[in-house]
């Protein structure tokens, strides 16, 4: 199963909004709302943000946001602080076909 | 707190085997399935397997399905990843993660600290 794709880089300046895309395929993203997203900083674990396309857990920021149209999926991190700075992965559900779980190929976020 | 430590990483030779551990605390951890992620030096993440709370699903990914199995001791609040014939590119960070909820497998919350695997002659 390919990695899911996103943008290698993102970037804004602080208090600005930044949207990072995950596409799949309609056996992954398309077909199941087990989109889950991870921050991680350098040298550190991974944290979930989002889940289930849409949810925040408990604890993390609201400026955090998820989405999904079609075979793609969408974290958008409004306010930006410099402390959202990290490389953040998406992961969605491959199928029960599979039972497998699919990473994105990670994004770099900059704050500028 | 919740917490997962992993053990057992270390430098190990192409074609010979390895077990990691994973020893959860702060949580039921009966009731959680478990999955293992890992990281390999400078690159993205990479969804290795997951093992329900009662041992007796377990799934793996393409690339190592064959060759790793999972496995839990609810006893000792401990999961297994019996790795063998290890390959270079089996070098990386393995991360256990549980299952965000119990019963829903399809997010990762909390991740272990990681055990680095290094596969090299």
């Known amino acids: 199963q390919s990695a899911l794709t996103q943008p290698a880089s993102v970037s804004g300046s602080l208090g600005q909004a930044i949207t990072i895309s995950c596409t799949g395929t309609s056996s992954d993203v398309g077909s199941y709302n087990f989109v889950s997203w991870y921050q991680q900083h350098p040298g550190k674990v991974p944290k979930v943000m989002i889940y289930?396309?849409?949810k925040r857990p408990s604890g993390v920021s609201n400026r955090f946001s998820g989405s999904k149209s079609g075979n793609t999926a969408s974290l958008t991190i409004s306010g930006l602080q410099a402390e959202d700075e990290a490389d953040y992965y998406c992961?969605?559900?491959?199928?029960?076909?599979?039972?497998?779980?699919?990473f994105g190929t990670g994004t770099k976020v900059t704050v500028l | 707190q919740v917490q997962l430590v992993e053990s057992g990483g270390g430098v190990v030779q192409p074609g010979r085997s390895l077990r990691l551990s994973c020893v959860a605390s702060g949580f039921d951890f009966v009731n959680h399935g478990v999955h293992w992620v890992r990281q390999a030096p400078g690159k993205g993440l990479e969804w290795v397997g997951f093992i329900s709370f009662d041992g007796r699903r377990d799934y793996l990914g393409g690339s190592v399905r064959g060759r790793f199995t999972l496995s839990r001791d609810n006893s000792k609040n401990t999961l297994y990843l019996q790795m063998d014939s290890l390959r270079d590119e089996d070098t990386a960070v393995y991360y256990c993660?549980?299952?965000?909820?119990?019963?829903?497998?399809?997010?990762?919350?909390?991740w272990g600290q990681g055990t680095l695997v290094t596969v090299s002659s």
């Open positions: 992961c969605s559900y491959g199928g029960y076909s599979t039972s497998s779980y699919v």
């Open positions: 993660a549980r299952e965000g909820l119990a019963g829903t497998e399809t997010w990762f919350d909390p």
């Open positions: 289930e396309v849409n």
